[in-house]
């Protein structure tokens, strides 16, 4: 799994970015030493609420 959805190419630059950004953001407002945090939890968010990723497609498997 991944962030953007798989198979996408524009899905995998907007998650990439998204990670990269929410990494390096994140130490404004929580100690550098927690910087994963936040894109873990937004990882988390948006595979709970999209499994399929922000640019995937429904899918059915199995």
């Not at 640019?55 to 199995?62: L, N, P, S, T, W």
């Given at each position: 799994?991944?962030?953007g959805?798989?198979?996408?190419?524009f899905?995998?630059l907007?998650?990439?970015?998204?990670i990269?950004?929410?990494?390096?953001?994140?130490?404004?407002w929580?100690s550098p030493e927690?910087?994963?945090?936040?894109?873990?939890?937004?990882?988390i968010?948006?595979?709970?609420?999209r499994?399929?990723?922000l640019?995937?497609?429904?899918?059915?498997?199995?």
């Open positions: 799994m991944e962030l959805g798989l198979g996408t190419a899905g995998a907007a998650g990439s970015l998204i990269g950004m929410s990494t390096e953001v994140s130490t404004l929580i927690l910087k994963f945090v936040v894109p873990l939890a937004a990882l968010l948006v595979l709970l609420l499994p399929q990723g640019f995937g497609i429904k899918a059915r498997v199995g």
